[in-house]
C-alpha cells in the first residue's frame, strides 16, 4: 500500500544535529523517517517540514526555513536515485513511473516569513507548496490554539490578522496549500471561510 505523509520533522531535527557537530545520515539515523524507512514502508509521497520555533534564542527565522530548505535540497541532490522532489501533481506521477519516492518541501511555522509577502514569494521559488500560519506562538499572521505553558484552552476568539488574510490570499496564487495544524479554532474557520482553494491539516486532530 503506498503511503502518503504529510508531515515530518526531519529537517530540524537533521538541522539541530549539525549544529550540535553531530550530523546525521538521511540514508538510516535514529529519527522516524531516514531513506531505509521511506523505502521500507513503500511509500509514494513524503512532505518534509522547515519547522521554526519562534522562541528559540539566538535564532533568526528567517535563517532557520532557509537551512532547513538547504537540508531538503542537499538530500535531493545526494539520493536523486530514490528520491526526487515533487513541485506539481505531474511530478508525483513521474517520480512514480520511475521508481522514486517524491518529497515536498512544507513551511511549519508561517511567522518564518516576518509578514512579507516578497518572502512567501521567494519561499514558493525555492520549492515550498505547503504552509502552516502558525506554530505554537502567535505572529504576523495568525494565533495558534494554545500557547505552550499556558493553560490548555482552545483559543476561539483570535484568528488571522489582517496581514494572515492577505498571505492566505497569496498563498491560493502560489498554489501553496494552507495548512490549518497548530492554528486557533477560529483562525481554522477564517480559512474555511475565506479559501477558495482546498486546505489541509496535516498533523492535526478535529479540533
Given at each position: 500500500m503506498k503511503v502518503f505523509d504529510l508531515h515530518c520533522d526531519t529537517l530540524s531535527e537533521l538541522r539541530y544535529a549539525e549544529e550540535a557537530g553531530q550530523p546525521k545520515s538521511f540514508a538510516e539515523n535514529d529519527l522516524q523517517i531516514d531513506l531505509k524507512k521511506l523505502q521500507k514502508g513503500d511509500y509514494m509521497l513524503q512532505c518534509f517540514a522547515a519547522f521554526v520555533n519562534l522562541a528559540r534564542p539566538g535564532q533568526d527565522p528567517l535563517v532557520a526555513a532557509l537551512e532547513e530548505i538547504d537540508i531538503f535540497k542537499r538530500i535531493m541532490a545526494k539520493y536523486s536515485d530514490f528520491i526526487a522532489p515533487v513541485y506539481q501533481p505531474e511530478d508525483l506521477r513521474k517520480n512514480a513511473e520511475a521508481g522514486k519516492i517524491s518529497g515536498m518541501l512544507t513551511?511549519?511555522?508561517?511567522?518564518c516569513c516576518k509578514g512579507s509577502l516578497g518572502v512567501l514569494r521567494r519561499l514558493q521559488e525555492l520549492g515550498v507548496r505547503m504552509m502552516t500560519l502558525t506554530w505554537n506562538y502567535p505572529n504576523e499572521l495568525a494565533a495558534p490554539n494554545?500557547?505552550?505553558?499556558?493553560?490548555?484552552?482552545a483559543n476561539t476568539e483570535t484568528g488571522l490578522t489582517e496581514q494572515g488574510f492577505a498571505f492566505l490570499e497569496e498563498m491560493e496564487k502560489l498554489h501553496i496549500t494552507a495548512d490549518v495544524s497548530h492554528l486557533s479554532d477560529k483562525g481554522f474557520w477564517d480559512i474555511a471561510n475565506h479559501s477558495t482553494r482546498p486546505f489541509a491539516a496535516s498533523h492535526s486532530n478535529c479540533r
Open positions: 513551511i511549519e511555522e508561517g511567522g494554545a500557547n505552550p505553558g499556558g493553560p490548555l484552552v
